[in-house]
């Protein structure tokens, strides 16, 4: 009898746990089949999140990054939760409304990452109004067939409404308390899910997070909606911040500049170019790693190659852009500071207080100016420039722009600076010291006007001898047809105008006591994968070489980020053979021109944020607006918490840190300066 009392109890235990079972397995079921409109939502959504961080993050960590996931995740719940407020025939146009704007979030990114290899920030809206001026190059250079991929979530929201819609799934009757009763439920499940996220949070999480530099880093841990939603949070701040955090600014500011010198440091180059004419040229998009090619054996940029062989070649260095690009370049080279977190100076902070080297030269007495054929309000260059100290600006209204002689965004180069000579020779004779800017435009994403750059074909021409005696040309495309082909033909163009226009400068003697500078605004932003064929060209099948060929040259994300440098020259007519002739491989960034080039003329700006390269030397450290730095040692990528050692000596943990903790600071002051307006002593705070 107690064996058989025993074995109906686990027989009705294991019935029970099975209908159970079934019973939670109906309710799975169930949930799922009443609630399929809000869970395919959260999948298209969250789906749509991660095709973001593959295309953009090459890493497994960030393709299946679980706190991105669970972030993305509880962002869709909350946002989904709040569809049972509405009847089960509304339902469908909120979610949908929600899936669209949660799509167009990803797709916005996807493009902007492809140009500015960072993040969408809310704070560019600002620059739309620029988008017109060059709208070609975004079309042609920047938007994918990726980018449409993130369409496919909203056409299977659609779809799986369309289905249901025919099972009369809208037709179901839901009393008031119960939306509500579910309402709260799906809250519930999104702030437990928020509580677990939220215990896996580091304080390096929350430290990034809050400075928004390394924006990166906070998709990979936050995932993009989270992100989206604190960039909207530390866009406004500088607003606020100009109210309420003026007192800490300035005591930062205070503390970083204690130790600095009221009087500069001097070397053997001080005063060198003191009373000297200046010509600088802001040379759109050229990179230093064109200079070392040839095609059939004539060389890209012949003309840069010859001043730098003549002049004082700077082969390490880097530009410092952000989304500002060209005109961050002018930020940090007048001002020796970074572009700002959030928006660009040149549009967001042209109203603040600079130490810039135009003022300073003409305390000096020096009348300075800028010429660039384009519109003077791109970039909202007509009011910068007063900012900056320009006494004269030459805008496209005092050019004569034709279609004949348009190439690109505006005028070309050969024919900007065949009309700049008669103002310049105007200038001279008015003033017995100047300094002036000239900014280069045909070199220009998207380098699409090949017809217009000349001949200049980036193939590969052999002669081939026959058995019989007979020779052949044969041809292999190799760059032909590609960004990275069209761009070296544009520059191969600017460069033919640069020379032209040395020609030119010296047959009016405008060379004569003149100091001829030089740099590459930022890199040309392009492809990687074409990169890859440049160095991995496969003729005989015109491919790319396989990765297990011994000739195969590995261009990964670190060879691309250092492929980045582009060209700073200073030149003088009288130079080659002095002790100025010479190439300085030390790494340099933008910041570090003015500091350099102002103990060679003359001025200081205790303020600055770069060096006088040739006080630092080895020991110099360019940090980029995105957290990454780079010094002679190492290139160090905050996103990755990942380095590539430059040198064969020993990487310290504490180096790295020093380092990492020198750039963020460096990033804050600088930030602080230009939005609280730190250099203007006639206001304690600026009040907007």
Not at 281 to 288: C, N, Y
Not at 517 to 533: T, V
Request: hydrophobic share 35%; with cysteine; glycine share 6%.
């Amino acid at each position: 009898m107690k064996w058989i009392k025993f074995n109906a109890k686990k027989l009705f235990k294991k019935l029970s746990n099975k209908v159970s079972r079934i019973k939670k397995e109906h309710l799975i079921k169930e949930y799922f089949k009443n609630n399929v409109l809000l869970i395919t939502f959260l999948i298209t959504v969250v789906l749509n999140s991660t095709i973001l961080r593959f295309f953009c993050m090459h890493s497994i960590e960030n393709y299946i990054s679980v706190k991105a996931i669970l972030a993305d995740l509880i962002i869709a719940l909350f946002i989904g939760s709040f569809a049972y407020l509405f009847k089960p025939k509304n339902r469908f146009t909120y979610l949908f409304i929600c899936n669209i704007f949660l799509t167009a979030i990803c797709m916005i990114n996807s493009v902007y990452y492809t140009f500015y290899t960072s993040f969408a920030s809310v704070s560019m809206l600002s620059l739309t109004q620029y988008i017109g001026d060059v709208g070609d190059a975004v079309v042609e250079n920047v938007i994918q067939l990726k980018d449409l991929i993130y369409v496919l979530g909203p056409l299977i929201f659609i779809y799986v409404h369309i289905r249901i819609k025919k099972k009369n799934y809208y037709k179901k009757v839901e009393l008031k308390a119960e939306r509500k009763k579910k309402t709260l439920k799906t809250l519930g499940a999104s702030g437990v899910l928020l509580i677990i996220f939220l215990l896996t949070m580091t304080s390096l999480d929350v430290s990034r997070f809050m400075k928004q530099w390394n924006k990166e880093y906070v998709v990979m841990r936050f995932g993009i909606y989270v992100y989206q939603i604190n960039d909207v949070f530390t866009s406004i701040q500088p607003k606020i911040n100009s109210m309420f955090g003026y007192d800490q600014a300035k005591k930062s500011f205070d503390d970083y500049f204690a130790e600095v010198s009221d009087t500069p440091q001097t070397n053997e180059y001080t005063n060198i170019f003191a009373g000297k004419n200046v010509i600088l040229i802001h040379g759109e998009s050229m990179m230093t790693n064109a200079m070392s090619l040839s095609f059939n054996g004539v060389e890209v940029t012949p003309n840069l190659n010859r001043i730098a062989r003549e002049g004082m070649f700077f082969s390490n260095f880097y530009s410092q852009v952000s989304v500002g690009t060209s005109s961050d370049t002018e930020l940090t080279y007048n001002t020796s500071l970074m572009p700002t977190k959030s928006g660009t100076a040149f549009v967001s902070y042209a109203d603040r207080t600079f130490i810039t080297t135009p003022q300073m030269l003409k305390e000096q007495g020096y009348f300075t100016y800028v010429m660039h054929a384009n519109n003077a309000d791109f970039w909202n260059r007509r009011n910068m420039y007063k900012s900056i100290g320009y006494d004269k600006f030459y805008s496209k209204v005092d050019f004569e722009v034709t279609k004949e002689n348009t190439i690109g965004l505006g005028l070309s180069d050969k024919e900007f600076f065949t009309q700049s000579i008669p103002y310049l020779k105007e200038i001279n004779e008015k003033n017995d010291k100047w300094y002036g800017v000239y900014i280069m435009l045909t070199n220009h994403t998207p380098f699409s006007e090949t017809e217009k750059y000349g001949e200049y074909p980036v193939d590969i021409k052999e002669t081939i001898t026959h058995e019989n005696g007979t020779t052949e040309e044969v041809v292999y495309p190799y760059m032909e047809g590609t960004k990275l082909g069209n761009y070296f033909k544009s520059l191969h163009y600017a460069d033919q105008a640069l020379g032209e226009f040395l020609a030119k400068l010296d047959e009016e003697g405008l060379l004569e006591d003149t100091v001829f500078i030089l740099y590459g605004d930022h890199d040309a932003r392009l492809p990687r994968r074409d990169y890859n064929r440049l160095y991995n060209y496969d003729k005989e099948n015109n491919d790319i070489l396989d990765e297990d060929d011994p000739n195969y040259k590995e261009y990964d994300s670190y060879q691309y980020e250092l492929g980045r440098k582009v060209p700073f020259i200073i030149w003088t007519k009288d130079m080659k053979g002095t002790k100025l002739n010479q190439q300085i491989t030390n790494v340099m960034g933008m910041y570090d021109v003015q500091p350099t080039i102002g103990n060679m003329f003359g001025f200081y700006n205790k303020y600055a944020l770069g060096h006088d390269i040739f006080n630092t030397k080895e020991n110099n450290i360019v940090v980029f607006p995105n957290g990454n730095w780079v010094t002679n040692k190492l290139y160090y990528n905050s996103q990755k918490e990942a380095y590539l050692s430059l040198t064969e000596g020993e990487i310290t943990e504490e180096e790295i840190s020093k380092n990492s903790g020198y750039t963020n600071k460096l990033l804050d002051v600088s930030n602080n300066i230009i939005v609280f307006n730190l250099f203007n002593d006639d206001n304690e705070e600026i009040v907007e």
